[in-house]
């Protein structure tokens, strides 16, 4: 079984910058397929960022702005947000072996959440 927390959200200014982390305990981040999402109040829950193999892929709202990457020593994976704008104000979780069949995402593991918010 595979433990995902997330930690690092709080109030950032609009055009700051936050890092999201989410240790991970049950299988090593070097070989899990790990994923970011978010749910804004209101709305579905969004895919934000993967990080598989070498591969990262991002959704394109956050394109050029968001950075996954990994830390194979500390068993964590990371969301760098910068350029940060009210409207990536959400929940962000953390999800282990995440999948996609169509337009579904879905994991073995999700984090409880951690909070973002962007203010203008």
């Known amino acids: 079984q595979v433990y995902v927390s997330e930690s690092g959200g709080g109030l950032v200014q609009a055009g700051g910058s936050l890092r999201l982390s989410c240790e991970v305990s049950?299988?090593?981040?070097?070989?899990?397929?790990m994923g970011w999402f978010r749910q804004a109040p209101g709305k579905e829950r969004e895919f934000v960022a993967a990080?598989?193999?070498?591969?990262?892929t991002y959704a394109d709202s956050v394109k050029g702005r968001f950075t996954i990457s990994r830390d194979n020593n500390k068993n964590t994976v990371y969301l760098q947000m910068n350029s940060l704008k009210p409207e990536d104000t959400a929940i962000y979780y953390c999800?282990?072996?995440?999948?996609?069949?169509?337009?579904?995402?879905?994991?073995?593991?999700w984090g409880q959440g951690t909070q973002v918010t962007v203010s203008s």
């Open positions: 999800a282990a072996q995440i999948r996609k069949d169509g337009a579904i995402w879905s994991a073995d593991s």
């Open positions: 990080a598989y193999y070498t591969i990262t």
């Open positions: 049950g299988r090593t981040v070097s070989s899990a397929r």
